[in-house]
């Protein structure tokens, strides 16, 4: 059988560890500068957890488990039933009663909603760990991919949305990437909704305008109209989507068309608190009131970050939420929280060439093997360097030289250490700086205690 790996994921060699391992200690050291506190969570969650979370495309996008003797239902007039009704973005616990997760936030909010009464709040964790969607693979879109998140709840102060932003920008800043962060807020959106007269058709709205930038205008304009949107709601919409101009000109074009509405006032007023705190800090911030992002349960700030230089679609996005826990029967605990894209950041920074010279040597010191004899002593070497936390190896039998030092230069290992039979003799040892070509000879005492830069 020729191998293989289902599609939309992938294997990651040592190289491509080790770069994804400087993104995530990288965002990491942000979070813990921050504040910020880990968490885990189960991959598989119980299928009412998820569905109904985000939104009918979303559902339709979570990968359900089988339950147990069900490998084979098509067998069964009833199971291939309520296989129609699984396909269709609906439930049915005969044939799946959990499912993998589809993003970290549900689950974070199940979390806090079982161990409240034990956490200590304002509540300030991150995250890194898989998750799973069933979606069409392409570049940069995966059915298996990281996240790292971070969230704040049991606070409203909008004080913790500006530390999001500037959490974006520092993370960013570290990384290397030069990105755009935009923000919009969802009372806005509700606003424009209320305005037009179809407050219950806010979904179909958002969802269509989040699209805008794939599909355009007039695209938008046929999927509002297909869902049932009269010709001046539409145009009430297009009014809205037509705003532009600087930060504080889009502000103000933006309360003379929303102003009758009090929840768009409201989210205006929470914005322009976020572009007063956050213009005469960060260059790369944007207000974007085309910004929809189609989840169900954001209900103020919205973020969307994109690194510039590269058509990779967003690297990170998030918002606030102030009800989110109320799903699970937990009243009163808002918050409001961002995501990495970790995936989409690596093939960022590959393109761009951002990641360190440095991060592919894992071996820092490879000894020669040049006999049972002269290996003994290196093993022993070997054991104070890396008491003193210097990587290194011995090559895994005697050889010619040509083959360890292509060995060496494969694994990008920047010294060698020569122990022979004259080495042996006098006590002492030669280092080769692989990079340079440069040796010396020292005794084989001061080797724990020589600098290897």
Known sequence: MKPSIPQGTRDFGPEIVRKRDFILKSIRSVFELYGFQPLETPAMENLETLTGKYGEEGDKLIFRILNNGLENPAKHQAAREAFERILAGKNDNAIAERALRYDLTIPFARYV?????????????????????????????????????????????????????????????????????????????????????????????????????????????????????????????????????????????????????????????????????????????????????GLNYYTGTIYEVEAQGVSIGSVGGGGRYDDLTGLFDLQG?????????????????????????????????????????????????????????????????????????????????????IIGSKELERDICTIKNLKTGQQQTIPSSGLANFEFV
């Not at 989507?241 to 009758?260: H, Q, R, W, Y």
């Not at 093939?347 to 020669?368: C, N, Q, W």
């Open 113 to 293: 909603a079982m161990n409240h009464s034990q956490l200590t709040f304002p509540f300030k964790r991150y995250q890194v760990q898989p998750v799973w969607r069933a979606d069409r693979p392409q570049k940069s879109r995966y059915r298996e991919f990281l996240q790292f998140d971070a969230d704040v709840v049991g606070t409203r102060s909008m004080l913790s949305d500006v530390e999001f932003a500037n959490i974006y920008f520092h993370a960013f800043e570290r990384l290397g990437l030069t990105v755009v962060i935009k923000i919009n807020n969802r009372k806005i959106l509700y606003g424009l909704a209320e305005l037009c007269g179809c407050q219950q058709n806010l979904t179909t709205i958002t969802v269509a305008i989040d699209k805008l930038e794939k599909i355009g205008i007039d695209h938008v304009n046929q999927e509002l109209f297909a869902k049932g949107l009269e010709k001046r709601q539409v145009n009430w919409i297009n009014r809205y989507l037509s705003i532009s101009g600087t930060n504080d000109e889009k502000l103000k074009s933006a309360f003379e068309l929303l102003s009758p509405s009090a929840v768009g006032r409201i989210g205006l007023q929470e914005l322009e608190f976020l572009s007063n705190r956050l213009s005469s800090n960060l260059s790369s911030f944007v207000i974007d009131f085309t910004l929809a992002r």
């Open 333 to 417: 605990m808002p918050g409001v929280g961002i995501s990495f894209g970790i995936d989409r950041i690596y093939d960022a920074m590959e393109e761009l060439g951002r990641f360190p010279s440095d991060i592919y040597v894992s071996t820092k010191i490879l000894f020669f093997n040049l006999g049972s004899v002269e290996a003994e002593k290196s093993l022993e070497l070997m054991h104070l360097l890396r008491s003193k936390n210097i990587p290194c190896e011995l090559f895994h039998e005697a050889s010619k030289f040509d083959r360890q030092f292509k060995y060496a230069e494969k694994k990008n290992i920047p010294f060698a250490v």
